[in-house]
């Protein structure tokens, strides 16, 4: 199976590219756009609401804890890399239900 082009492995775990829909009427996870996978998130984009919503969502679908989840690139931006610590590509695809 190949991986998404949304996916990269490191050697530590995975890196995932997202593009973030805040405000959204439900938190789920999308389809692949492109090199990013689309999530909604219900929380707005202030004060970080939607980065932390962000984080919860993948960490609960992943069952993992929120601490393995790391927000890298896009703080301020729909489009982010996020950093998921010491797991699979096929670990984090069968989690997103991919």
């Not at 938190?27 to 999530?39: D, F, M, S, Y």
């Not at 998130?41 to 919860?56: G, S, W």
């Not at 301020?76 to 984090?92: D, P, Y």
């Amino acid at each position: 199976m190949a991986t998404p082009s949304y996916l990269r492995e490191q050697p530590d775990g995975v890196l995932l590219s997202v593009k973030v829909q805040p405000r959204a009427s439900a938190n789920q996870i999308g389809e692949a756009l492109g090199n990013e996978l689309r999530i909604k998130v219900t929380a707005p984009p202030v004060d970080a609401a939607a980065n932390e919503a962000l984080v919860r969502l993948l960490a609960e679908k992943l069952d993992c804890p929120r601490s393995r989840v790391e927000l890298l690139r896009g703080h301020t931006s729909r489009h982010k890399v996020l950093k998921l610590h010491g797991l699979s590509a096929e670990a984090v695809l069968a989690g997103l239900g991919q």
